[in-house]
Structure formats: C-alpha cells, structure tokens
C-alpha cells in the first residue's frame, strides 16, 4: 500500500549524530545478556540492529541510517524488520518503530499485510495523534480492512477515551461479524474503567457471555480494579472466586497482585497482604524483574519496609537486577522514611556500573531537599559531576527548592538560574509558579532589576511565559510588587503545588500490574 506523500513527509526528519541518552536499549544490553535477546537477528540484519539501538533520541531519525544500509549494498529482510519494530514498541520506542515501518512502505515498496497496517495506525496515533490515525485508516484499502485493522483503530479510541468513537467502532465491527474476539471486548472494558462508566462494563460482559467469548485474565482484573475503584469488597470477592473457578484463567503472581492491589484500595490490608503471599509464591518464568518489582512496590505502599527489603535479596538472588527495579526500591523505601537503607542501595547500584540512570541520584537528592539535608545534596551533586555525569534539570531545581524552604534565597535564585539553562521543552515538566515568584521577589527585595530582567528573559526564552507578560512582571519588580498572583492569572491553577515528590515508582501501582497483565 503506497500512502499519501505528506505522510513520507511527515516522518522524514533531518538526521543528527549522537548517541543514547538512556532512552535507548543500550541501558538493557549493557545489563543482560544482548547476545541472548538479538539472537533473532540473522546475518548482517544483527549489524543493522545494533547501529539502530544506541539511538534513543526519538528526535534522531534512524531513515538516514536505513538508506544508508541499503546503500552500502546490504540485503533487507522484511520480517527481520517486523521484528526490529515489535522491539522497539517494547521499549515504547515508539517514533523510530514508526520510521521504521513507513520507510518500509515509501522506500522499500514492500507489499503491506493487514497485520503491519494495523501496527502502523496504532504507531501514527502515539506519535502522530488520533487525527492522523483516522486520516491513515481512511486510506486502508478494504480488502485488508479487517479484525486487525479495526481492532488497532478500536484500541487507539480506547487509549485516548473518545467514547463516542469508540463505541460507534464497535457496532460497526458488530456489524461487519468483528466483533468475536475477547481482545474486542478488551479494549472497550478498558475504555469504561478509564472513564468510571462501570455499569457498562458489566453490560459488556454479559453480552460476551451471550456471545460464547470467553473472559481472559485482562477481562477479569479490569472488573476487579472497576470494584476496588468503587470501594466494592464484596465485588473483588466475586471476581476472585471466578478467576479461581476458571480453568481457562492462570492463576499466576499478576492475578494475585491485582487482587492485592485492591483490596489495598478498598482498605482491607489483611487480605491485600495475604494475596501479596500467594503472588510471591507464583513468581518464576519470564517476567521475574516484573513480579519483583510490582510485588516490593505494593508492599511499600501498604507501609511494610521489612518486607520491602526481604522481597529485595529475593530479588538480588534471582536474576539481575536492572535500573528500575533500582529505581523501585530506592523510591519505596524513601516512601516509608527509611533514608539510610535508600543510600546502601544506591551505592550498591553505583557498583553495578549500570547504563546511567538520572531518576537514581535524583530520588536521593529530592529526598535530601525535603528533609533540610542540603550539604548531602550538594555533595551528591558535586560526586555526580565529579563522574562526568551531566546534571539533570530536576536536581537543580529539587536544590532550589530546598533552599527557598530554608530560606538560603539567593542560593535558591542560582539554582534556579541553572534549572532553567538546563531546561528544554521536550521535558513534561516545569517549575511551581511559587518558585519562579520567590525568585522574582529576591531580585525586587535586593532592588537588583538586570538581575531580574536576564531572569525573565530567561522565562522566557524557555517558553514559561509569553512576551507580552515580560514588561508587567518586571513593573512588578520595580514598584516592590509580589509577581505570584500575576503568575498564578497565567497559569491557573495548573502549577500550583508542583513541587512534586518524585521518589515514587513511576504512574499508580495498578498501571504497573496492568502493563504485565496482556
């Protein structure tokens, strides 16, 4: 299938050299065995694939790289490429995964299956967005337009809860005679949790019992977590009595896990912790880091250190231990106050020699700055410079705030200065507005009006603020005026309170299990 021109466009982007910046596969080949997991690379397509790794910038493009290739006269394989995208989507790689799929279109001409169509609609809807989506789906041809493809398109609706689209996929699916799959179902049970509208996921799972397709493992935690939302005991019961009856269900660590979690929600410890039992008895396979990791998180949340750090030499013993089951325990047990073993554990990872991961220190330095420790702070800082290690934006800014809370401004006003240089917009992320005003106000207190001139234009070099609000912010300053409510007029009520605490594992617990529930 030959696609419009503009999409060939769209993701031709000029080439950069450079190397990973953690976001790449090079922190897990550098942790595990690499030869083991590029196995299935044959031949030179193995070269092509350890040229593309190291390229975690998902604003690098990797097309240069593969013309290149192709001109240095070495065969292309489509299925080894197939391969190198599911690869990269499992590292959420998900801008080169995409390259790579439409230069297999535009440039190699290869025929297109109803499988790679449906990889790419889902592929154009994370990186593109969903009105690109629906603009590549329009130019499908029909014959391939099949379960696949409309099961992608159902599934972008239900990843960006557009209700109204979704559901009217669905019926055309039901009436096309697509509708007969229980990932169908799936993506519209997820849809209806996401949006809190639970009665109609039990409409929806009676009508897959009418239509004799079957309830899987995702079918069920998706009910469960609904009734653990809803504060519904008796339903979580229910549910766990009808994955235990059914013999088409695998009652592994992430069925027990989930059930823990919540009956977590609902308050019921006991039984969260009795299920956290039964899930580390069922932990072996594949996806060992992921049990330890999901199952030393939820015993945090519930407040039990001891078993926090049991679960971790469990852990030690089994498999080798990665970044983020790093990242996971050291942020727990900052959760639960205990700063001394968080630092045993850090400079346990630093003797590993893992890729470098900037949240490790940070977890550390955010929690120094919140418990006053600023010396301690400084000094990781300084060791992380002392290694060569570029210092993240967010510890300068976790510096900064530490010392605005101890009411060291002029040294608050320097980090900031520094947060702000090492910022760049591609970070989701910016600053309280009661920090950008408290540095405002020492410029107005110390009558220093360059100095507070550079730091709005600095604001605003950055994006922070437009153009036209530069002049009132430094009248603001001039006439010994507070700029935090001008700043809070921009902003709303977005920022307020932003001086968030990120020594936590990344998103909610129950999308950490969700992740491991397909």
């Known amino acids: 299938m030959k696609l419009p021109r503009y999409y060939t466009v769209l993701y031709n982007i000029k080439a950069q050299l450079g190397l990973g910046n953690g976001l790449g596969l090079s922190s897990y080949a550098t942790a595990t065995s690499t030869a083991t997991r590029e196995s ?9 694939f350890r040229r593309i790794s190291p ?32 690869e990269l989507r499992f590292f959420s790689r998900f801008t080169h995964a995409l390259e790579i799929s439409m230069w297999m279109t535009d440039k190699r001409y290869l025929n297109i299956t109803a499988a790679d169509a449906a990889v790419q609609l889902d592929l154009i809807a994370k990186v593109k967005g969903i009105e690109e989506a629906e603009n590549y789906f329009s130019y499908i041809p029909e014959k391939i337009k099949g379960l696949e493809v409309y099961s992608a398109l159902l599934n972008c609706y239900s990843n960006v809860k557009s209700t109204d689209k979704a559901e009217a996929t669905m019926q055309k699916m039901r009436d096309l005679g697509l509708a007969r799959t229980t990932l169908v179902y799936n993506s519209m049970l997820k849809l209806y949790y996401k949006t809190g509208n639970f009665e109609k996921l039990d409409s929806l799972m009676h009508e897959m019992e009418e239509n004799g397709i079957t309830y899987d493992r995702y079918t069920y935690c998706t009910r469960l977590s609904a009734y653990a939302d809803a504060s519904d005991h008796e339903g979580i019961d229910k549910i766990l009595t009808m994955m235990e009856a059914d013999p088409n269900v695998a009652l592994d660590w992430v069925i027990y896990a989930t059930v823990g979690n919540g009956y977590g929600k609902v308050g019921l410890l006991d039984k969260a912790l009795a299920m956290l039992k039964k899930s580390e008895e069922q932990i072996k396979g594949a996806k060992v880091n992921s049990a330890y990791n999901v199952i030393l998180t939820l015993y945090g949340k519930y407040g039990k250190k001891d078993d926090v750090l049991r679960i971790w030499e469990l852990y030690k013993k089994a498999v080798k231990v ?14 639960l106050d ?13 003797s590993q020699a893992l890729c470098y991961d900037t949240r490790i220190p940070n977890f550390l ?29 967010k510890s300068w800014y976790y510096l900064a705030t530490g ?8 040294k608050a006003v320097e980090a900031m200065k520094k947060v702000l240089a090492a910022y760049q917009t591609l970070v989701k992320w910016k600053p309280s507005v009661e920090s950008l005003a408290a540095c405002l106000d020492y410029f107005k207190d110390e009558g220093d009006i360059g100095g507070a001139e550079n730091f709005i234009e600095l604001l605003n070099d950055k994006g922070f603020i437009p153009t036209d609000l530069q002049d009132k912010l430094l009248d603001n300053v001039r006439n010994g005026k507070s700029n935090l409510e001008t700043l809070r007029e921009l902003y709303g009520n977005s920022l307020a309170g932003n001086e968030e605490i990120l020594s936590g594992p990344e998103g909610d617990t129950s999308d950490l299990i969700e992740e491991k529930v397909h």
């Open 365 to 393: 330095i955010d929690a120094y700055c919140r418990n006053g420790l600023l010396e301690k702070a400084e000094n990781l800082i300084n060791h992380e410079k002392l290694k060569g290690r570029e210092i993240h934006v």
């Open 403 to 410: 010392y605005r809370q101890n009411n060291q401004i002029h």
């Open 40 to 48: 299935k690379w044959k031949g030179s397509m193995h070269t092509l």
């Open 322 to 335: 990665l970044n983020n089951g790093y990242r996971n325990v050291i942020s727990s047990l900052l959760k």
């Open 338 to 350: 205990d700063l001394e073993s968080a630092e045993k554990i850090f400079e346990e990872w630093e």
């Open 55 to 86: 390229m975690g910038n998902p604003n690098v493009s990797i097309v240069p790289l593969l013309n290149q290739w192709v001109e240095e006269g070495h065969p292309v394989d489509k299925q080894q490429l197939q391969r190198f995208i599911k």
